[in-house]
C-alpha cells in the first residue's frame, strides 16, 4: 500500500515511521516546501522517497494525510483531492475541524486529529511509537466513502492508536478544554511568573517542577499554533470564561479557608479522568446488517463515538447483490458493547454478538 504525507514534521515524520514500522508492504511518499526536510526524513526512515509536487506524491496512493497549519489545510487538502485517484482516502491532521469540515465537500475526505505530539517541531523529533495509545479522532462527512472509512480507520488501529468518530462541533468544543486552553493557560502563567523576576530576581529562578511541568507547552510552535487559536477562538474563549469562574470560586474558597473538600475532588476528577483512558476489558465482535447507502458507517461510527463508545476496529462486507451489508465491529469492555448494541438497535438495524 502506497501512503502519500504531505508535510513532513513531526507528525507526519511520525506517521512514516510508524506506517513503516506496523503496515506490511507499505511505500511512504512524502511531499513539502523543504527540499532539505524531505532529504531528512528519508535519511531518517520516515518516508522511502520525495516527490516534487502533490500530484507526484499522491499518485497510486491509498491513503493521504495532510499535515500542514491549521490554515494552510482548505487548500491543502482540496489540492489533494483533486490530485488523488478515485478509490484514495484523504484525511488531515489538524487540530480543529469545523472550519475544514466545511470547506470540504468530497466523499474520499475523512477529517482526522491524533491526540499526539510534543512541544518540539520537526521531523528530526519524529518517532515510530508517537501514536501507541493515543486517541486518533475521526470526523467523517455524512457521505465519507465506507470503504475508505474502514482504511483509515484500520490504518490508525495498526499504528497503535484508538480511532473515535466524533463530529466536527464535539471535536472543537473537546479539544479547546484539553488542549487549547492548557496552552493558553501556560502561556499566561509564564508570562506573569516572568513579570515577577524583575521583584525578586535569582530567587524566582530556582523553580520546581510544578512549574515546569506546567508551562511545559508555552509558546509552542507559533506557524501551528496561532492558526489554532484563531480557528477555535470562539470554543477556547468559553472554556476561558469557565475557568474565570472556577478561579473565582477558589478565590472565595481559600478567602473562607475551606479548600480541602476542593482540592481532594480534583485529585479524584483527575484520578477518573485517567481511568478512563485505560479503561478496557474483552472484546466482543458485534456483527450489524446495515443498508448499502452513502454515509452509513459515517452515521453508525459518529452515533457509538457520540455515546463513548470505542470501535477497536471494523470491517465491511457487502451482500451480493450490493443493496445491504454487513458491518462488524470490535468493542473493548461488556459495558461498552452492551451500549454498543443499544444505541444501533435504537438506529433500527439488527445486531448481533458473535
Known amino acids: 500500500m502506497r501512503i502519500a504525507v504531505l508535510g513532513v514534521g513531526l507528525i507526519g515524520g511520525s506517521i512514516g515511521l510508524a506506517a513503516r514500522e506496523h ?27 520525495a516527490a516534487d509536487s502533490i500530484e507526484a506524491a499522491v499518485e497510486g496512493a491509498a491513503l493521504c494525510f495532510a499535515c500542514a497549519p491549521v490554515g494552510a489545510l482548505p487548500e491543502l487538502v482540496r489540492s489533494t483531492l483533486a490530485a488523488a485517484g478515485p ?10 475541524k469545523q472550519d475544514l469540515l ?5 466523499a474520499r475526505f475523512v477529517g482526522g486529529h491524533p491526540i499526539a505530539g510534543a512541544e518540539t517541531a520537526g521531523v528530526e523529533h519524529a518517532r515510530a511509537d508517537l501514536f501507541q495509545g493515543a486517541v486518533w479522532y475521526l470526523t467523517p462527512l455524512p457521505h465519507s466513502g465506507g470503504l475508505l ?32 486552553l492548557p496552552h493558553v493557560l501556560a502561556n499566561v502563567l509564564a508570562s506573569q511568573a516572568a ?25 509552542a510552535n507559533s506557524e501551528i499554533w496561532t492558526d489554532i ?43 477518573a479522568l485517567l481511568e478512563s483512558a485505560v479503561a478496557g476489558g474483552p472484546v466482543h465482535e458485534l456483527r ?63 445486531v448481533a454478538e458473535q
Open 102 to 106: 466545511a470547506a470540504i465537500d468530497d
Open 288 to 350: 450489524l446488517t446495515v443498508p448499502n447507502r452513502p454515509g452509513i458507517v459515517a452515521q453508525v461510527a459518529l452515533e457509538l463515538g457520540t455515546a463513548g463508545v470505542n470501535i477497536v476496529d471494523l470491517a465491511l462486507a457487502p451482500a451480493s447483490d450490493m443493496r445491504s451489508g454487513a458491518m462488524t465491529l470490535w468493542i473493548a469492555g461488556d459495558a461498552q458493547a452492551a451500549r454498543a448494541a443499544e444505541v444501533i438497535g435504537e438506529l433500527g438495524f439488527p
Open 149 to 180: 472509512y474502514e482504511r483509515l480507520h484500520r490504518f490508525v488501529v495498526e499504528v497503535g492508536a484508538r480511532p473515535v468518530a466524533v463530529d466536527p462541533a464535539t471535536h472543537d468544543r473537546l479539544v479547546a478544554v484539553f488542549s487549547h
Open 229 to 271: 487559536y484563531r480557528a477555535n477562538s470562539g470554543a477556547i474563549v468559553e472554556e476561558i470564561s469557565a475557568f474565570r469562574r472556577e478561579l473565582e470560586r477558589v478565590e472565595e474558597l481559600l478567602a473562607a479557608g475551606d479548600v480541602a473538600a476542593w482540592n481532594d475532588r480534583s485529585r479524584e476528577d483527575r484520578r
Open 195 to 219: 513579570g515577577r523576576l524583575g521583584e525578586h530576581g535569582e530567587a524566582l529562578r530556582q523553580v520546581g517542577p510544578s512549574f515546569r511541568d506546567m508551562t511545559r507547552v508555552a509558546g
Open 87 to 96: 478509490d484514495c482516502v484523504v484525511t488531515d491532521v489538524g487540530s480543529t
Open 23 to 49: 503496515v506490511e508492504d507499505v511505500e511512504v511518499v512524502g511531499f513539502g516546501r523543504d527540499p532539505g526536510r524531505l532529504r531528512g526524513a528519508v535519511e531518517l526512515g520516515a518516508i522511502d522517497r
